[in-house]
């Protein structure tokens, strides 16, 4: 079955600090690499995907993350930091061609001004 | 475009009483996902949709909950009878065949209090 891990489920930075977000996900086929943002008190927005090509994907807001296959991994980075990003991120992955989309706990994120 | 519509926004009930959850997915789009999302759990899969049919149920927690889709512009989640533990934010979500790799778009929620 499809899992998705994500490894730290608190994060605290300041401002101008660099990001990076674990996600490692269990499936042995060809899949499609989500992360979803939701910042206080609103839906879940896309933030980036990956689904073939070059494994070093970019994003709205500065965010990147990169596909390691080998490492069954997609972090997700950002070099600079800024109170606005505080929210709650979750990885996601669905099978290639699948629909049912399998989310991570989430990773919050909170950025001190 | 509208987006994803959830209604009612915030609901609070007590232990017992029915609830009645209700989406409407984006325009054109054929899948149709309900979601759980709590401090605990974080955020689940109850059951998703594809033109109007359940597909998978298998996250939908117990037989208090029901869901349908009567037209492709309509879902409901039914929760009947209510207990304190339903108590969570309840997401839609839509998706279409071939439309970004199978990128869902949600709503912005339902929040479930149950006394």
């Known amino acids: 079955a499809q899992s998705v891990s994500q490894h730290n489920h608190h994060v605290i930075l300041s401002e101008a600090a660099s990001l990076e977000l674990g996600c490692n996900y269990s499936y042995g086929g060809t899949v499609n690499l989500f992360w979803y943002v939701q910042y206080p008190g609103q839906h879940l927005q896309l933030l980036l995907k990956y689904f073939s090509g070059d494994p070093l994907v970019k994003g709205i807001k500065g965010f990147e993350a990169e596909f390691i296959k080998s490492k069954f991994s997609f972090n997700l980075r950002k070099p600079s930091v800024q109170w606005s990003d505080t929210a709650e991120y979750f990885c996601?992955?669905?099978?290639?061609?699948?629909?049912?989309?399998?989310f991570g706990a989430g990773t919050r994120l909170f950025v001190k001004a | 475009d509208a987006g994803v519509i959830q209604s009612p926004r915030h609901e609070v009930t007590e232990m017992g009483q029915e609830v009645t959850l209700r989406c409407k997915p984006i325009?054109?789009?054929?899948?149709l996902f309900w979601y759980r999302q709590t401090m605990m759990r974080g955020l689940e899969l109850l059951i998703y949709f594809n033109n109007n049919v359940p597909i998978d149920d298998s996250g939908m927690p117990e037989d208090r909950f029901s869901a349908k889709m009567p037209n492709a512009s309509f879902s409901t989640l039914k929760i009947q009878p209510s207990e304190p533990r339903d108590s969570a934010v309840y997401f839609c979500?839509?998706?279409?065949?071939?439309?970004?790799?199978?990128?869902?778009?949600f709503g912005p929620g339902t929040r479930l209090t149950v006394l």
């Open positions: 996601a992955v669905n099978a290639n061609g699948g629909f049912k989309t399998i």
């Open positions: 325009s054109g789009h054929d899948y």
């Open positions: 979500a839509s998706s279409r065949r071939g439309g970004g790799h199978n990128e869902q778009f």
